[in-house]
């Protein structure tokens, strides 16, 4: 009786530790699949670029400098980066490939309403040395004719039927982020066939973008002008991105 209890105890035991042995497989197998996932995380993390960087500072540095601040709505100041260094505001010194970027960098602050400022970084490291023009984001304009079912009139160009499709883009700036958008006009003027000048014929107000990024506007020439005994039509847009660079783009019809 009693050795068969202790072979019963024994089986036991026996499937205990195999269900033991089973579970902590299976743990050590899991901890060992979230520790790979952690590690090719970690290595696959990438430092965040040295433009997002300096960005990041000069932020907190006109947000805690005001007399640092541009005092006026479309104006411009300069930051260095030794000063964001020597200020702390830069923990370590700006690199790239090992050469330093410190000496002749820096970022342009631009107040373009009463609360927001834009900032477009200029790194030069090395022996690269400052330019003379500063490349500065622009906003451009795309306009398209579309017919009454919406599709892209290539060709025929419609001006009494079709739509004006006008694409409105602030620019983008070095760390791939779209600008958005001050405010834009337009203007229409026409050119009839007996003319050798064109004549205003209407002007639109300056009107506000919200700082929107990018603008889908339609517009019907036939809502603003007079379209009979005209040979030639000229439009007239001006837009201004948040970097406060403005440009007038013209189209012939």
Known sequence: ?????????????LIELFCT?????????????????????MNNKKE????????KA???????NFEERPKNIGEVKYIKLNDLKLKKYLKKDIKKNNSLCMKNSYIRVYKYSNNNYSYIPYIYCGS??????????EPTVEI???????????????IINNNLLINLNGGMNKTSEY??????????????????????????ENIKANYEEKINLTKKLSDYIEITNIESIKFEITIKNIVGIEKTY???F
Do not use: W
Not at 48 to 55: A, C, D, S, Y
Not at 144 to 157: G, Q
């Open 1 to 13: 009786m009693n050795n068969k209890i202790r072979k019963n105890h024994i089986k036991i035991s």
């Open 21 to 41: 042995v089973i579970v902590l497989g299976t743990l050590l197998a899991m901890g060992i699949v979230g520790l790979s996932d952690l590690t090719s995380k």
């Open 48 to 55: 965040l670029p040295n433009e997002e960087i300096v960005v």
């Open 58 to 64: 000069c932020k907190k540095f006109i947000n805690e």
């Open 128 to 137: 690269e040395s400052k330019q003379n023009i500063e490349l500065i984001p």
């Open 144 to 158: 398209k004719f579309m017919d009454k079912n919406n599709e892209i009139d290539y060709k025929k160009r419609d």
């Open 179 to 204: 600008i958005g958008i001050d405010n834009y006009n337009f203007k229409i003027s026409t050119k009839e066939a007996s003319k050798n000048d064109y004549l205003e014929k209407y002007s639109s």
């Open 250 to 252: 013209t189209f012939y």
